[in-house]
């Protein structure tokens, strides 16, 4: 028996170093990340003052977090787990680390105040504790990017010293936390205008490029597991097609340990206009086959660019985040159709979908048609959406079969299914595939993180 018990210790020890992040690839990474989910509006809650504005300043000041600011309970580890259960894998924690620092200015420390830092390092472990991946940003954040053209020294001297901090904090965190370079403010409309390609373009993307590689350097050389931690490179503007223009560059990484960030909210007249009259027209609905081909074609881009040059793709943001209208075909069967239909697309091209969730307040007539961060438990309030993420990745309790979905994703979907199954391993640790063995014995069984062993008798 003890043999037995030696042999079993062996083996799941073997198993565990094999679903280390930090010995796997980072495309093996983002397929193991399977589905993602944001906490949104939270620790990147950020309130700017006008110059002068005592009143503002006095009642920013007065608060005793902003976590909640925008609308968010503070994040407790059930609302953590109850992302967990409903399936998912991977939690985005944006951050604004402006918040309270010291020496914010021309010159400054531009020191992050220690109860942030802790604050987030809780929430860090709060996902790391319930199994799943956390990345870590920098945000909006006030703002403060926008003024990298006309003083990019002082800019980057900032940027600098945030990551410095937060490097050494985190240094130690395993791998299942990445850390993100940045998120949409990669975008310079004052030095290359996007809509009209006015303006000097090669210099706009060189500051995003410069920035991406000043971050991979950076975490590089700051000690502990960052040395082998998987980084999120954020493209330009996070826009699918102003990152697959060649002028974006990924940064180089002598441990080739990256993925490339992008967003996706088309078509933003369904995820985001309440009302005609805003600068572009209100949709009602969304899922005819011009719909899908369009989806389609957008993950495609990201899937010919990146994906098949094994660059890793983590869509960071996509979600509905408008009001329902049932009167003008916006109803909840609609925002569940928009949802997993892209979650599906880009899981189905290995890609990670990471949905972009915030807290909603019914008391002003808004409908939560996500997540309840408030409701005991904290939950999803449409278990439809919930059944069909997990259908996604192969969890609704049968073994899913390539018939479930579109001819031209079969191929495809067979290996991101394959990361999600259960796994059978002889006592010495031989892989024997995803069905149970029916000769008597004892074996291991792996799904995700979990190692186990059971008797087949």
């Not at 509905?320 to 880009?346: C, H, M, P, W």
Request: proline letters at 4%; aromatic letters at 10%; hydrophobic letters at 35%.
């Amino acid at each position: 028996m003890k043999n037995i018990v030696t042999i079993l210790v062996f083996a799941c020890a073997q198993l565990w170093a094999q679903t280390d992040p930090l010995t796997m690839t980072t495309a093996q990474v983002v397929k193991d990340m399977g589905l993602g989910i944001n906490i949104g509006n939270t620790m990147e809650a950020r309130i700017v003052c006008d110059p002068g504005d005592s009143g503002c300043e006095n009642w920013v000041n007065g608060m005793e977090t902003l976590e909640t600011s925008w609308g968010s309970p503070e994040i407790t580890n059930a609302i953590v787990k109850g992302y967990a259960d409903a399936g998912f894998k991977t939690v985005r924690i944006p951050v604004a680390w402006s918040n309270r620092m010291t020496g914010d200015n021309a010159g400054g420390t531009y020191t992050i105040n220690p109860a942030l830092m802790n604050r987030v390092e809780q929430i860090v472990n709060y996902v790391l504790g319930n199994g799943m991946y956390a990345i870590v940003n920098i945000h909006w954040d006030g703002g403060w990017w926008e003024k990298f053209p006309t003083d990019s020294a002082e800019c980057m001297k900032k940027y600098i010293r945030i990551w410095e901090q937060i490097t050494a904090k985190f240094k130690d965190k395993s791998g299942y936390l990445v850390f993100e370079s940045l998120n949409e403010e990669g975008v310079w409309q004052s030095v290359w205008n996007q809509y009209d390609n006015s303006g000097n373009k090669d210099r706009a993307y060189g500051l995003l490029n410069s920035i991406n590689q000043k971050f991979t350097d950076l975490v590089r050389a700051s000690g502990g597991n960052n040395g082998e931690r998987h980084l999120l490179i954020a493209g330009y503007a996070t826009n699918i097609d102003r990152t697959i223009d060649p002028l974006f560059k990924m940064p180089t990484d002598s441990k080739n340990r990256q993925a490339v960030s992008v967003h996706y909210y088309d078509p933003f007249g369904f995820t985001h206009i309440n009302e005609d009259g805003e600068w572009t027209d209100f949709i009602g609905t969304w899922g005819t086959p011009a719909d899908i081909n369009a989806l389609n074609n957008e993950m495609d881009k990201m899937k010919t660019t990146f994906v098949d040059n094994d660059i890793p793709v983590i869509i960071g943001e996509y979600g509905f985040a408008a009001k329902l209208n049932d009167s003008r075909g916006r109803t909840q069967a609609q925002v569940r159709n928009y949802t997993l239909k892209v979650a599906e697309a880009i899981y189905t091209r290995d890609m990670c979908p990471v949905l972009w969730d915030v807290q909603l307040n019914p008391d002003n007539g808004e409908v939560i048609y996500y997540y309840n961060r408030k409701s005991t438990p904290p939950a999803f309030t449409d278990q439809q959406l919930v059944a069909g993420f997990k259908n996604i990745v192969g969890e609704d309790g049968e073994t899913p079969t390539l018939n479930d979905h579109p001819a031209d994703v079969r191929q495809r979907v067979s290996s991101a299914w394959a990361s999600q199954l259960v796994s059978y391993y002889t006592i010495k640790g031989v892989p024997l595939g995803n069905v149970k063995p029916q000769k008597a014995g004892v074996y291991i069984v792996k799904q995700g993180n979990s190692v186990k062993k059971i008797a087949v008798k």
